[in-house]
């Protein structure tokens, strides 16, 4: 493989993805090594966990889910496997595009609404596939 391969991708994750990994019983460090061959590095927004938090404190299973991804965030950051970044305040979907412009990263969701507004403004997106519980290709 060339040089291509082994550069390494930035991925920014959103609340929908870690949402979703726990509800698939799939760690973030497993969906993401099984999408990708080259080195990644994963980067998770301070306003992501701002948002999990918000949710966790809800009752019922999407509060169950949030606490979870929460839990696996700072498992996660404990083995340096994902960083926090600081993205600011404001609307999530914006500070998501805004850092991962800044990185020159992707933006990894479930989220259509997001990775379709990432997409208009020149912003790279990889999809989680639900049914095949895997990150979409790079496009």
């Known amino acids: ?10 991925l920014v994750v959103d609340t ?7 509800e698939d019983r799939k760690s973030l460090k497993e969906l993401v090594m099984e999408s990708f061959e080259a080195p990644v590095e994963v980067i998770v927004p301070d306003a992501v966990l701002r948002e999990l938090s918000s949710i966790a404190r809800n009752r019922g299973r999407r509060g169950a889910l949030a606490r979870i991804a929460l839990e696996e965030i700072k498992r996660l950051r404990e083995e340096g496997y994902c960083k926090v970044m600081e993205a600011g305040e404001g ?3 914006d500070l998501l595009i805004k850092l991962a412009k800044e990185l020159n990263a992707y933006i990894a969701s479930a989220d259509e609404g997001l990775r ?15 049914a095949q519980k895997r990150l ?4």
């Open 116 to 130: 379709r507004k990432a997409r208009s403004l020149g912003v790279g997106e990889v999809a989680y596939l639900k």
């Open 136 to 139: 979409s290709p790079l496009p």
């Open 91 to 93: 609307n999530v979907d």
């Open 16 to 22: 929908s993805l870690l949402m979703c990994c726990v």
């Open 1 to 10: 493989m060339g040089m291509e391969a082994r550069r390494t991708l930035r």
